[in-house]
């Protein structure tokens, strides 16, 4: 199965800051890779999927890159509304799918 | 609006079975694939099975292979996870969610499973 390794695990920091996430997968999975947003009691809610294709209604200060195996998720300016934890996840070929880790944001 | 909502979660013994339903509106169920995605308390979160628009193709991670069955109801709009052989270890808050590819598009908003004696 492939392995998303995500990283930090955590941060702190201030509103307007520039924040950024990395998920590395094991092996090459090309763009078949998506970022959530969840906040505490909530349902995850698909931010950007196949790495770098926002999805609608999401504010732009949120972006992704990458491709193959190194992934790279942004936040342009940290809002306090943007506090909650970011996952990863790889869609290669056939399941299963995993997810990475998560990343708790925190304000400063 | 697409609206995805979970029921069926509950206190069941170890070993003990339950059938989570997951209930779809608002677009043309049979046109998506379907995922049941898990999160243990605090923790973070796992993909559990997902089965194509018609049915003929599902898929299971290996913790719960051979004890879940994910099955669907196009005629019914509706999602359901079978789950045999409980263990402590499955206890979770059970999402159902839609993709066309692997994008999780739409969530539902959970139901809490609790497997203890």
């Known amino acids: 199965d492939i392995q998303m390794t995500q990283s930090p695990s955590s941060l702190s920091a201030s509103v307007g800051d520039r924040v950024t996430i990395t998920c590395q997968a094991s092996?090459?999975?090309?763009?078949?890779l998506n970022w959530y947003q969840q906040k505490p009691g909530k349902a995850p809610k698909l931010l950007i999927y196949?790495?770098?294709n926002l999805e609608a209604g999401v504010p732009s200060r949120f972006s992704g890159s990458g491709s193959g195996t190194d992934f790279t998720f942004t936040i342009s300016s940290l809002q306090p509304e943007d506090i909650a934890t970011y996952y990863c996840?790889?869609?290669?070929?056939?399941?299963?799918?995993?997810f990475g880790r998560g990343t708790k944001v925190e304000i400063k | 609006e697409v609206q995805l909502v979970e029921s069926g979660g509950g206190l069941v013994q170890p070993g003990g079975s339950l059938r989570l339903s997951c209930a779809a509106s608002?677009?043309?169920?049979?046109?998506?694939?379907m995922s049941w995605v898990r999160q243990a308390p605090g923790k973070g979160l796992e993909w559990v099975a997902n089965?194509?628009?018609?049915?003929?193709?599902?898929y299971y991670v290996d913790s719960v292979k051979g004890r879940f069955t994910i099955s669907r109801d196009n005629a019914k709009n509706s999602l359901y996870l079978q789950m045999n052989s409980l263990r402590a270890e499955d206890t979770a808050v059970y999402y159902c969610?839609?993709?066309?590819?692997?994008?999780?598009?739409?969530w539902g908003q959970g139901t809490l499973v609790t497997v203890s004696s």
């Open positions: 969610a839609r993709h066309e590819f692997g994008d999780l598009d739409y």
């Open positions: 608002g677009f043309t169920f049979s046109s998506y694939w």
């Open positions: 089965i194509k628009q018609d049915g003929s193709e599902k």
């Open positions: 092996q090459d999975i090309s763009n078949y």
């Open positions: 196949d790495a770098s």
């Open positions: 996840q790889q869609y290669d070929t056939l399941p299963p799918w995993t």
